[in-house]
């Protein structure tokens, strides 16, 4: 029986998904070894698996309408991390830097291309087509360096940005490039309004329907609908937005930007990017292909030099570009040698110029090539971009020209990136009581801190007061990236969860191991597993309330205070084993010497008596009984200024000091008969 064509009748792609995933777990895993990103090794895949490598994958328009999704899924994820607020900190570098590197590559470019003697839309494309670089690519080696905070990782997000967001009209123009229009004006002109009544709608959405939507929906607490109700939007605004003529991406885009101005995008994006992943691995699967790799052995000669075309092109617009918002040329060659690759939104546009016949297959495989190639050695270049910045910027040349240029200050300052992130703060997981008293005193010793939490309702309400708290999921990495748990000194989960506060101290010593991490349980028994999970140190309460009764017990039996801050700390020390053993070893700090006096407060319950309405020097409380009177309160004043001459009164509270027996004697001389 031929299981395989059974499989196929029930569930046609069943076995291309099988022979994608398990060839792309095999080739991802030797490149990881290797050091090569992930996309290359999915490029590789689709290379061997596609009509050009060993045919083991025949229906293409199944991966097409997977990768598909991945691309509305990517635009949508984009959306949600695009902050308005986060974009104007670094506008100067965002909208001069990389407007004039999107826009100098695409001149040059173009230039180059009508001078080859390609028609000028054709010419156009190829300059959109050069001027994107791989964010996917150049972020992952940022992070994984820990870069992105620095002035050129700054620089480098700001132009990734910019590329990030120009990519959309970019789509909207491909089709007027390639002639599907016969008025091209009337057509930018029908698309600008489309484009300003969809912004309309994406408006309006984001500032009253969407939140209260999903305001409603995270009070649920229910994951599962909260998930839902994100994939609805994004499709569902791709979807309107197709019907209007316009792309799918530009729908998932602005789906994104109205997640994003709610307080749940950070937990929305943590809960998609997982299938983001999954669909977007089969994008660079489908590209990979339509990559003939003897296509590229046949024609090594022109691809190497359109490679070191491209190189020199991106590399020198770029640091032109960065140049002029004033970062000294030693720091803009390094962004040049960061961002000089082709990106995955250049192949994604390029797909859609072959739909559209402004690439034929000679020139789609051309341009294949050299984006695989350029993605393939950008780790090793962004290894060697200090060094070989260094080097330019040292190169032999005329005094004067080096004074003038390269040597030139006008170095960008800090300052001009506003908003630095928080580090060396404390963030709080969990804003229950311990959170609350917590963050109270982290703002009276004036210790910076963020919150993170999961009861929406509390989120709106402290939001409003000024506290920096945000809605999400603790154990999801984008959300801790962005209260920067990375960057802080302490973090402290004050959750009732026991698995979740797990998975959280795991997620977070992925991100970091210098944070130390301080954890509120309430069972001794947990203690062993959080602290094997990562965490420093860990607080039951259960053992914490224990040890507060005895504390106050022994604070009864007037037991000196250094003596029980002594046992405390024994017992904190040991991990609370103290408690949970009937066994002790060593020094037994319950073997303490107890005095066989009580400190108690009584009241005088009647208007005569033996002790009543007369002198204390006359009744001889210490030497008759053996008590002494500590303290007085008389209408609601207690004082300890007690001579011979006080007198007991009916209503008194009287603090004394003395042995049981005595004391007892005493409570029946003043106390109700």
């Not at 590197?101 to 695409?106: D, E, G, K, N, P």
């Not at 620089?155 to 970019?170: E, S």
């Not at 001794?524 to 017990?553: C, H, K, Q, W």
């Not at 053996?626 to 207690?638: F, S």
Request: net charge neutral.
């Amino acid at each position: 029986m031929n299981y395989y064509l059974i499989a196929s009748a029930e569930l046609p792609m069943l076995p291309d998904i099988v022979i994608i995933f398990g060839l792309a777990t095999l080739v991802i895993l030797l490149f990881m070894r290797l050091k090569v990103p992930t996309i290359i090794g999915f490029l590789f895949t689709g290379a061997i698996a596609g009509p050009y490598g060993l045919s083991l994958v025949n229906a293409s328009t199944t991966v097409d309408v997977l990768s598909e999704i991945g691309v509305i899924l990517l635009l949508f994820v984009i959306g949600m991390e695009f902050s308005l607020k986060s974009l104007m900190s670094i506008k100067k570098a965002v909208f001069i830097g990389g407007s004039l590197q999107v826009a100098l590559t695409i001149l040059i470019a173009s230039t180059a291309s009508y001078f080859l003697g390609f028609e000028w839309n054709v010419a156009v494309f190829f300059g959109f087509l050069l001027a994107l670089s791989s964010t996917a690519i150049v972020l992952k080696l940022l992070q994984e360096s820990g870069q992105v905070n620095s002035l050129t990782g700054k620089t480098i997000l700001a132009i990734l940005i910019f590329q990030d967001i120009i990519i959309v009209p970019m789509m909207l123009l491909t089709p007027m490039l390639a002639g599907e229009s016969d008025n091209i004006f009337l057509s930018l002109f029908y698309m600008i309004v489309k484009g300003g009544l969809v912004i309309l709608i994406t408006i309006l959405s984001a500032k009253y329907l969407i939140p209260n939507l999903l305001y409603r929906i995270a009070r649920t607490r229910n994951e599962e609908l909260f998930l839902l109700s994100i994939i609805v939007i994004c499709f569902s605004v791709a979807f309107l937005t197709s019907l209007m003529g316009l792309s799918l991406g530009l729908g998932a885009f602005l789906a994104g930007l109205i997640i994003s101005e709610s307080e749940y995008s950070h937990h929305a994006t943590g809960k998609i990017l997982p299938f983001r992943e999954i669909f977007l691995s089969f994008f660079f699967v489908s590209v990979g292909m339509l990559f003939d790799v003897g296509f590229l052995f046949q024609h090594i000669g022109i691809i190497l030099l359109l490679l070191l075309m491209v190189f020199s092109i991106k590399f020198i617009m770029t640091a032109i570009a960065v140049r002029s918002i004033g970062v000294d040329f030693k720091e803009a060659f390094i962004v040049g040698f960061s961002i000089f690759q082709i990106g995955e939104f250049s192949l994604l546009l390029a797909k859609e110029g072959l739909k559209f016949e402004l690439l034929d297959e000679n020139n789609y495989q051309y341009f294949l090539a050299v984006s695989i190639i350029t993605m393939a050695i950008t780790p090793f270049v962004i290894n060697k971009r200090e060094n070989l910045s260094f080097k330019i910027v040292n190169l032999p040349l005329p005094k004067q020209l080096k004074t003038k240029f390269i040597s030139a200050a006008g170095s960008i300052s800090m300052a001009n990136f506003e908003g630095e992130e928080l580090s060396d703060h404390l963030v709080i997981i969990g804003y229950g009581l311990n959170g609350r008293n917590l963050s109270k005193a982290a703002k009276r010793a004036k210790i910076p801190y963020s919150i993170i939490e999961m009861n929406p309702e509390t989120v709106r309400v402290e939001a409003e007061k000024g506290e920096p708290i945000i809605y999400g999921d603790a154990s999801n990495e984008i959300v801790l990236k962005h209260v920067n748990v990375h960057r802080a000194r302490v973090v402290v989960i004050a959750i009732s969860n026991s698995d979740a506060t797990k998975s959280i101290i795991a997620t977070i010593r992925l991100l970091t191991k210098n944070a130390s991490i301080i954890v509120r349980t309430r069972y001794v028994n947990e203690i062993s597993a959080n602290l094997s999970m990562g965490a420093d140190e860990v607080i039951p309460e259960e053992f914490e309330t224990s040890i507060e009764i005895f504390t106050r017990v022994l604070n009864k039996y007037l037991i000196a205070k250094d003596e029980i801050e002594d046992f405390t700390e024994e017992v904190r020390s040991h991990n609370y084993e103290m408690f949970r053993s009937t066994k002790t070893n060593g020094r037994d700090r319950l073997n303490l010497d107890l005095p066989e006096i009580n400190f108690v407060s009584l009241k005088v319950a009647r208007d005569s008596g033996n002790y009543i309405n007369k002198p204390l020097k006359k009744i001889n409380l210490r030497e008759g009984l053996g008590i002494n009177l500590v303290a007085l309160k008389r209408d609601g004043k207690t004082t300890s200024n007690i001579n011979g001459e006080t007198k007991l009164k009916f209503g008194d509270i009287v603090y004394v000091v003395g042995k049981p027996e005595s004391l007892g004697v005493f409570e029946k001389e003043i106390g109700e008969s």
